[in-house]
């Protein structure tokens, strides 16, 4: 619930206001997992608001693996046994770099020590959480995994956020704290999980705010599309929103209908056309995610279509390589083609970064979550090794 709604209740259970301001920092700075926990607010009242059926309650982690990298891959459990994934990477994976926020000058002007089994060796001073915004997905891309689930169903605004106090709580994380604290304060937040938010547009936005009460500015926050047409210009008119990466993926539309059919609805043109329409700020760049797949889209006459397309655009490029699954028939591109590619971009101009990898070897990485139903063998070595 919102802080205005939160307000009605109290005031429809004959509260004063301050009850409201009680319970919304219970949820969202506390970031309580129980009614019994908000000691601040009377027992009476905790008991009113059990009988109408007022409940609190995070997503349940009930798997978690381990990468060596440090990426921590979550199957969180919600209340009607639906199980979705969330990713925590520490000191994040480099996605933020020249989109002129925060986070970007933190990325590019910090020197990240690697993971390491003594926490004091690891040396990061943020992290970056992976959100899903629907169970499974519908749009079908054909290189990516979570495809193959299909879509159960959306999340619900409390979901989502739910996602990231889970998260923050398990690892003690104290938003607005920079000192006394192990764990970094500085938290970014990627919709690029499970599910594609403009298709549960409402239920995204409405995480959104919720995610601000929480603490994390939307200028932390980056939304991924891989190119829904109503929900960016939907998107375009929004006072507070989290920077845009749209999924590219392909320079011009007959590779990338073949390899993301929702091109059928809305091209390219069509797609750059509304992107071009949001009203950026003075620092803001649009990021395009172009994941590199062998012999598809990888070439230096790809390239140049992509210099093309995005002429005189305040765009800049986060290329991906391929990060494969099982029963996915793509391949990675070879380092010196996407060497030439990423060099390429840069010499036409266009701010582009090669995102690192994080967690590819428990899929965890871009493209790879998927809904996990038996242990995988990341997750037993992981339980014998004592690792919860």
């Known amino acids: 619930m919102t802080r205005e709604e939160l307000a009605w209740l109290m005031e429809d259970l004959g509260q004063p206001k301050y009850r409201a301001v009680q319970l919304g920092d219970a949820l969202y700075k506390q970031r309580v997992g129980g009614l019994e926990e908000i000691t601040t607010l009377p027992m ?150 499970m599910g594609e938010p403009f298709l549960n547009y409402d239920a995204f936005m409405g995480s959104v705010h919720l995610l601000r009460a929480m603490g994390i500015p939307e200028s932390r926050m980056t939304v991924s599309t891989s190119g829904i047409l109503p929900g960016i210009l939907r998107f375009a008119n929004e006072r507070a929103r989290p920077k845009l990466a749209l999924s590219l993926n392909a320079s011009n539309d007959a590779v990338r209908e073949r390899i993301m059919p929702v091109t059928r609805k809305w091209n390219i043109a069509a797609l750059l056309g509304a992107v071009g329409a949001i009203p950026l700020g003075k620092r803001e760049y649009v990021t395009f995610e172009y994941v590199l797949l062998g012999g598809v889209n990888d070439q230096p006459a790809h390239a140049r279509e992509v210099l093309a397309l995005l002429a005189g655009m305040k765009a800049k490029v986060n290329l991906i390589v391929w990060n494969p699954g099982p029963g996915i028939d793509f391949q990675q591109p070879a380092p010196e083609d996407v060497a030439v590619f990423h060099r390429m971009l840069i010499d036409g101009g266009i701010p582009t970064f090669t995102r690192r990898p994080r967690g590819r070897d428990i899929y965890a990485a871009c493209g790879q979550l998927k809904r996990t139903v038996e242990l995988e063998p990341a997750l037993v070595e992981l339980k014998a090794a004592g690792i919860p």
């Open 44 to 193: 009476g009242l905790r008991e009113a608001m059990a009988a109408k059926g007022y409940g609190v309650g995070l997503p349940e982690i009930v798997q978690a693996a381990q990468s060596v990298d440090g990426t921590e891959r979550y199957l969180m459990r919600m209340g009607d046994g639906e199980t979705i994934e969330t990713v925590w990477m520490p000191g994040g994976d480099g996605g933020e770099r020249g989109d002129g926020s925060a986070a970007a000058v933190e990325e590019e002007g910090e020197t990240q020590i690697p993971f390491g089994n003594d926490k004091k060796q690891r040396g990061y001073k943020r992290a970056t959480i992976c959100i899903s915004s629907q169970v499974g997905c519908a749009v079908n891309c054909q290189f990516c995994l979570t495809a193959k689930l299909g879509i159960r169903r959306n999340l619900t605004a409390g979901e989502i956020a739910g996602q990231v106090a889970a998260v923050l709580n398990r690892h003690g994380v104290r938003l607005g704290s920079g000192r006394g604290v192990e764990t970094p304060a500085r938290i970014n937040l990627v919709f690029m999980g």
